[in-house]
């Protein structure tokens, strides 16, 4: 029997039906061999409606690239935690929220690593159902929980995390789809069982992102599914600074940030009215 996942939680097999498809590619940025198993019969329709949005017959693209943007963002974060799992330092990695992710399974890393997947119960029951018998690579340990439950944070630690250990955590796919409130609250939490020297790494969008009109057929999309974007912002040096992170903030195309993939120009920082996306990268203080 298939696991039923809300309307957030199936955003997750668009991220998969993304990377097998990126997986197909004679030129691809990584493989993912479990991507297609995850993606399952739903991820590839969800996708079919993005390219539709994206790539409409007959008319210029206006939108973002979906497929390059997620191919870029998967390698980037690839490459950021394989770099920080090769400091001898590095003893827990902390995925939150995981979804359909198969770095555990489909890369290598450290025996001294334990590796934990923090989403909702659905979302991990389905894909445990989805991998069947595939074992990962890395001590593994799954934290079944809603981040915005009031006590993720024991569930956490009652499965082995130490806040008094520096820790690498990706908030990957998740800061744009919660309210303003919830992403601030989710980074405090965040900071305080991060001991300094942590590291952390997300995505995110700027504010204008929410708001152009040229947006609006990719944002529909999001919405008619009912998983609305609702968190954006123009400075997400700023933003992680305050909760005692000292970060980067490369855009897709930039230096490190490209892998030879990024279709559109990118506009300087200083330029208004113009959507952006982030990969927020640094350290706790």
């Known amino acids: 029997m298939t696991v039923a996942l809300d309307a957030v939680e199936r955003t997750a097999l668009l991220t998969a039906a993304l990377r097998a498809a990126e997986t197909r590619r004679p030129d691809r940025l ?53 770099t ?65 439950a009031p006590d993720w944070e024991s569930d956490l630690e009652a499965a082995g995390y130490d806040p008094a250990v520096p820790s690498t955590w990706l908030l990957e796919g998740l800061l744009y789809y919660i309210p303003e409130a919830d992403a601030h609250r989710i980074l405090q939490r965040v900071a305080a069982i991060s001991a300094p020297g942590s590291r952390i790494a997300a995505d995110i969008v700027n504010s204008a992102a929410l708001t152009l009109p040229h947006m609006r057929g990719l944002l529909d999309v999001f919405a008619g ?16 600074d305050t909760y005692g992170f000292t970060v980067a903030a490369p ?29 927020v990268h640094g350290r706790r203080r």
């Open 30 to 82: 990584y493989e993912d061999p479990y991507a297609a198993a995850l993606a399952g019969d739903i991820g590839p329709g969800l996708l079919a409606e993005v390219r539709t949005a994206t790539f409409p017959p007959g008319r210029a693209r206006t939108l973002p690239s979906t497929p390059d943007y997620n191919a870029i963002r998967t390698r980037f974060f690839d490459d950021y935690l394989q």
């Open 84 to 148: 920080a799992a090769e400091d001898p330092a590095t003893t827990q990695i902390v995925l939150a929220p995981s979804g359909m992710d198969s770095r555990a399974h489909r890369l290598d890393w450290p025996s001294r690593v334990r590796w934990f997947e923090v989403d909702r119960p659905a979302v991990l029951a389905y894909k445990e159902e989805r991998l069947g018998a595939a074992e990962p690579r890395v001590d593994h340990r799954k934290v079944a929980v809603d981040l915005t």
């Open 225 to 240: 599914w009912g998983c609305p974007w609702l968190f954006g912002t123009d400075e997400p040096e700023a933003l992680f």
């Open 251 to 279: 855009q897709p195309g930039e230096e490190g940030a490209d892998f030879g993939r990024w279709p559109d120009p990118v506009p300087p920082r200083s330029e208004r009215d113009v959507r952006r996306v982030f990969f």
